[in-house]
Structure formats: structure tokens, C-alpha cells
């Protein structure tokens, strides 16, 4: 059974950090691109970071580029997504994904879905 469960999130300042993590099991999460949106309430999902099989290569939208940062451990089957200098703009549900493919910022690309956390930012 795939699960992608996902932990971290909550209330901070702006200005603030959290990280999220998401923890992968039922396949093989090394032959998987891995990757975090977000949805605001009463807006699309949109594409925020994805990061390739091993690690090396990553991508992110603008407006998170210079505060925001996708890692992975394969070890651990587990993608992390850190966020500094958080915005009241970044308030949002947080998801990652995994694909198959590569498919950058094509959501639809990814197959697997965790259940989402809640991100929110204070002014």
C-alpha cells in the first residue's frame, strides 16, 4: 500500500522556519521524483519545489527560490521541504508528491499524494 504521510507545518511569524517532512512507503522511492505543492484556500494547487531521484538536481518556483529548500534522504525514504523566511503569502495547505517521471511543475505528473499539512503564517 503507497503512503505518503506528512508531518511538520503549523503557526509560525513571519519571518519564521519550518520544515516539513513526508515519509514514503509501499514502493520504491529512489526511482521516484519527489516534489511539494501548495493550495491556498479558494486557489489552485500549485507547483512550489521538485527534486530528481537522487538528489542532485532540484527546481522551485520563484517566489520560494532563496528561502525555501527541498532535500531528500533515500535512506530514509523521506523528501524534506525547509522554509525560511516565511510570508504571509506562503500560508497555505502543504503536499508533497512523488512521480514517476520527471514532470517538474506539471501536476499531473505525479502519481502519489500525501494528505497534506497546514501551513500558516502570522503577520
Known amino acids: 500500500q503507497v503512503q505518503l504521510v506528512q508531518s511538520g507545518g503549523g503557526l509560525v511569524q513571519a519571518g519564521g522556519s519550518l520544515r516539513l517532512s513526508c515519509a514514503a512507503s509501499?514502493?520504491?522511492?529512489?526511482?521516484?521524483?519527489m516534489g511539494w505543492f501548495r493550495q491556498a484556500p479558494g486557489k489552485e494547487r500549485e507547483f512550489v519545489a521538485t527534486i530528481s531521484f537522487s538528489g542532485v538536481a532540484t527546481f522551485y518556483t520563484d517566489s520560494v527560490k532563496g528561502r525555501f529548500t527541498i532535500s531528500r534522504d533515500n535512506a530514509k525514504d523521506t523528501v524534506y521541504l525547509q522554509m525560511h523566511s516565511l510570508k504571509p503569502e506562503d500560508t497555505a495547505e502543504y503536499y508533497c508528491?512523488?512521480?514517476?517521471?520527471?514532470?517538474?511543475?506539471?501536476?499531473?505528473?505525479?502519481?502519489?499524494w500525501g494528505q497534506g499539512t497546514q501551513v500558516t503564517v502570522s503577520s
Open positions: 509501499g514502493f520504491t522511492f529512489s526511482n521516484y521524483v
Open positions: 508528491a512523488a512521480g514517476k517521471l520527471y514532470g517538474g511543475s506539471f501536476l499531473k505528473a505525479y502519481d502519489y
